[in-house]
């Protein structure tokens, strides 16, 4: 069963990011093993990620609006996406 929720259809922002060869491979393999797009096991990855970073959660409850403004999106669509 893969640790990552299947993908949710919420609209998302392009982004470019640059991977060492490795992890693109391995985000490739992941998405394939588990049924979903490399964009979704990036974005679930990130976000599990900043879930369990207990500092981050911190400074991010204490910041995230301005973010969130920048971005364009609200904080009840990000901490309903598990961006906590």
Known sequence: MPLLDREDKTPVRPQTFKLRDDLNARISA??????????HVVTAALFHVFGQDKEFRKWWDQHREKY?????????????????
């Open 30 to 39: 992941y998405a394939e093993w588990s049924e979903s797009s490399r964009n």
């Open 68 to 84: 969130l403004k920048t971005a364009g999106g609200s904080s009840k669509t990000t901490a309903a996406a598990g961006g906590k």
